[in-house]
């Protein structure tokens, strides 16, 4: 049976020869996407030297260094201001962070993308981190380049799984424009956008990111973005124990951040006032954080850059697990437009800034770096995302086996303690649920010959209204059967009656159907699934071959439950397969006679 022309047709993978123009078509939008980046990092530049400091130029700065005073606090709520009415009257998507509203484009929207958002989303973005907003540009990015992304797929022919790996393309491209982390980009986009681990969209995502880093070294820059000083290779036990506890306690930041970002967004939902102004409000929070702590503000890559080098004070290191989380859980709960990467950096970076100081010294920067991936991997549970992405932005290869203890652990801890990430909770909140868990169906290893039923009946083809009493007898015997397959004498299998019209059947064969929809027993019961959801039928004959077409067996929904059973089965039930026997176990007490 497994040299059958079904079983030799089955393979490791599903894709087809219709990968290829699919991937060229994303390395365009990788190179197109690093363009992108490279215009939003301007746009933030000329706002932030335009409201802080008067000035038309595009470089990147710090709206630390202002000499604005206490008009400061004005700047994050005009900002704030603006994007309000921009969300209002433009499109109500800007809002936000960006990769929730991606999730939300590839899961619910058919992976389509207002073309306005391809323009509003940047923009506003731009405004709110030039206006000091504590935001990174990744967020923005990954949606920006996944809305043009979408649109260009959009001007093909294209199913919607094609244009779901365009866009996921164009935002893992944007983020490997940014940091300069194409590989990073490429485990964001399987652990957080598509939802699937299938070459047909891991091979275009993944050559849209490497061309968009290849083409960033000649728009934006090389990498890395934050170098460090070479750590050692070996850390030791109190190292290793180091790195859990920091795991450990970046697990408990990132629950804080994320129950501290809905709390705030919950309280303004109470407020009785549109949901135009609430970005204002958190504009005025983050003003008045400015004031207290100026380094809280925007981007802040030139603080990230300084945390890793380990020639932070104290004071620093405060202000930004104060002010700097504060600011960002109000202004991000308001519904203002922004990333979260880089916050999540700083916060991390600080949190190890504060474990230097009572963890073993392993060189400069080497605490905050790990405590760095372990945010990542806690607040957004993409623990493989977090590793790599600090590997690429420090390209300190000694980190990985600290950075992998780190990021699982405080990975463990957030899916032990919450049901969703500050991601999926976003998604969650709008009335739909996903499961980010990747697994093996059942219905691809288990196989129609694994749960169809042999015990049936079968009406002979040349049957008349002589034999109807005693096969209608036979037919009903069976309660559970309710399709019956129509036979020659060696078995060749005609065509399928129903059981409702078995008296039609016999009478006049009216509920003969000739070209009666099979299966066959080395099909997995995955395409079992789809041949029944494509025609409609939920039960299917199963033959052995297309030519002899040999009944062996009826297949149907039920039958497919025992996959399932069986999944259900592995996960729930224990036992004990191995015993230790002692060696005097088999000798009985006897007992004392006198």
């Known amino acids: 049976m497994k040299n059958s022309a079904a079983f030799r047709e089955l393979g490791d993978f599903t894709a087809t020869i219709r990968v290829i123009p699919i991937a060229l078509l994303a390395m365009c939008i990788g190179v197109f996407s690093t363009f992108v980046a490279w215009a939003l990092l301007k746009l933030i530049g000329l706002f932030t030297n335009l409201f802080y400091f008067g000035t038309i130029s595009t470089a990147l700065s710090s709206p630390a260094g202002n000499h604005l005073g206490w008009w400061a606090v004005l700047v994050p709520m005009g900002g704030a201001l603006v994007i309000g009415f921009m969300a209002r009257y433009g499109s109500e998507r800007i809002r936000g962070h960006g990769i929730p509203e991606a999730i939300e484009s590839i899961l619910i929207n058919g992976s389509r993308v207002q073309p306005r958002l391809a323009i509003l989303k940047p923009l506003s973005s731009a405004i709110s981190i030039g206006s000091g907003g504590p935001f990174g540009a990744e967020g923005p990015i990954i949606m920006t380049g996944g809305a043009f992304g979408s649109m260009i797929a959009q001007f093909f022919h294209l199913t919607n799984a094609e244009r779901k790996t365009l866009l996921v393309a164009g935002a893992a491209a944007g983020m490997a424009a940014t940091f300069a982390s194409p590989v990073a980009a490429i485990l964001l986009a399987v ?14 995502v993944a050559l849209a990111s490497v061309a968009a880093g290849a083409a960033r070294r000649y728009v934006i820059g090389l990498g890395p973005l934050f170098p460090v000083p070479p750590h050692p290779i070996f850390i030791g036990p109190e190292g290793l124990l180091g790195c859990a506890l920091a795991g450990l306690l970046a697990g408990m930041l990132s629950g804080l951040l994320t129950l501290g970002v809905y709390a705030v967004e919950d309280a303004f939902q109470k407020l009785p006032i549109h949901w135009m102004w609430w970005p204002a409000i958190g504009g005025l929070v983050v003003g008045i954080g400015g004031l207290i702590f100026p380094q809280a503000l925007g981007v802040g890559y030139d603080t990230i850059g300084s945390l890793l080098q380990g020639d932070v004070p104290r004071y620093m290191i405060a202000g930004i697990l104060l002010v700097k989380s504060i600011i960002w859980i109000v202004s991000l709960g308001s519904g203002t437009s922004g990333g979260v990467l880089a916050p999540l950096l700083m916060m991390g970076g600080a949190l190890g800034g504060v474990e230097a100081m009572f963890l073993p010294n392993e060189g400069a ?24 992405f600090a590997l690429e932005l420090t390209h300190d290869i000694n980190l990985l086996l600290p950075l992998t203890v780190a990021a699982f652990i405080a990975h463990a801890f957030t899916t032990l303690t919450l049901k969703r ?8 909140r709008r009335g739909y649920h996903l499961s980010r868990e990747y697994a093996v169906d059942p219905l691809e290893i288990l196989f129609a010959r694994d749960v169809m039923r042999t015990n049936i009946v ?9 034999d109807q009493p005693r096969l209608l007898n036979e037919a009903h015997g069976q309660l559970g059967q309710m399709l019956y397959p129509v036979v020659t004498e060696n078995g060749r299998l005609e065509g399928v009656v129903t059981r409702t019209k078995l008296r039609d059947f016999f009478n006049g064969r009216d509920g003969l159907h000739e070209d009666a929809v099979v299966c066959y027993p080395d099909e997995p019961l995955r395409l079992v699934v789809y041949r029944m959801a494509e025609t409609g039928r939920t039960r299917l004959p199963v033959i052995d071959d297309p030519e002899s077409r040999k009944l062996i067996g009826i297949i149907s929904l039920d039958d497919l439950l025992k996959a399932r059973i069986r999944d259900f089965d592995e996960e729930r039930r224990r036992e004990r397969v191995l015993r230790i026997r002692l060696p005097f176990s088999r000798l009985r007490h006897v007992p004392e006679t006198r």
């Open 191 to 204: 652990e957080l956008l598509l939802f699937e681990w299938k070459p047909r969209s891991a091979i275009p």
């Open 365 to 388: 920067g080497f605490w905050p770096v790990v405590s760095m991936a372990a945010i990542l991997g806690g607040t957004m549970r993409s623990p493989f995302t977090g590793i790599v």
């Open 421 to 428: 990430s500050i991601l999926t909770e976003k998604v969650a």
């Open 458 to 466: 079968a009406l002979p083809a040349n049957s008349g209204p002589l």
